[in-house]
T-cell receptor, first 115, second 116 residues
Framework: EDKVVQSPLSLVVHEGDTVTLNCSYE??????LLWYKQEKKAPTFLFMLTSSGIEKKSGRLSSILDKKELSSILNITATQTGDSAIYLCAVEADAGGTSYGKLTFGQGTILTVHP | GAVVSQHPSRVICKSGTSVKIECRSLDFQATTMFWYRQFPKQSLMLMATSNEGSKATYEQGVEKDKFLINHASLTLSTLTVTSAHPEDSSFYIC????????????FGPGTRLTVL
């Protein structure tokens, strides 16, 4: 059974701090790893990672995949109160020849950023 | 970006009744739609995958007769929770894909179902 584990489960920081969120996985037929931000409702897409060692960056957020260690990290620098959300990691596995893969989600990390 | 809507956003119903949740892709054609449920402080769990015009594929442990999925058009999928019970209370989220990779799976805002 495919499994995705995130840590920590929750994190409380102050504005300006840097945070690192972790995601590890055990998945058959790995295709990609995705990070999402969920603020009360729909998860919004942040990054999709397919290759090891290549950092993806968007503003203050960055992420990297380590396929040898079966893990990924999401970094947020100079955190702001607007970064408070649940951060979800999902791993896509091949679904038998289809263009889409099945997503298995981790339990999420609840990030709270205080002013 | 692509927009996916869900209706209703929240619903309260009595035990034993059926509830229908709609998922619509507003500005693209969704060849595939996915239905998830999310319990408080827990992850999204995939319930089923539906392709337009064909039967849904249900994940192990999901009762297909209880959670009826219809994907009648390229912009609409519905999930009907039949004979709802309190344990069905959850947050149901759909996502829609235009046939591209996983990064083209766009999520709806979710429906909060409470069964009394």
């Amino acid at each position: 059974e495919d499994k995705v584990v995130q840590s920590p489960l929750s994190l409380v920081v102050h504005e300006g701090d840097t945070v690192t969120l972790n995601c590890s996985y055990e998945v058959t037929n790995f295709r990609s790893l995705l990070w999402y931000k969920q603020e009360k409702k729909a998860p919004t897409f942040l990054f999709m990672l397919t290759s090891s060692g290549i950092e993806k960056k968007s503003g203050r957020l960055s992420s990297i995949l380590d396929k040898k260690e079966l893990s990924s990290i999401l970094n947020i620098t100079a955190t702001q109160t607007g970064d408070s959300a649940i951060y979800l990691c999902a791993v896509e596995a091949d679904a038998g020849g289809t263009s889409y893969g099945k997503l298995t989600f981790g339990q999420g990390t609840i990030l709270t950023v205080h002013p | 970006g692509a927009v996916v809507s869900q209706h209703p956003s929240r619903v309260i119903c009595k035990s034993g009744t059926s509830v229908k949740i709609e998922c619509r892709s507003l500005d693209f054609q969704a060849t595939t739609m996915f239905w998830y449920r999310q319990f408080p402080k827990q992850s999204l769990m995939l319930m089923a995958t539906s392709n337009e015009g064909s039967k849904a594929t249900y994940e192990q442990g999901v009762e297909k007769d209880k959670f009826l999925i219809n994907h009648a058009s390229l912009t609409l999928s519905t999930l009907t929770v039949t004979s709802a019970h309190p344990e069905d209370s959850s947050f149901y989220i759909c996502s829609a894909s235009d046939g591209g990779g996983a990064d083209t799976q766009y999520f709806g805002p979710g429906t909060r179902l409470t069964v009394l």
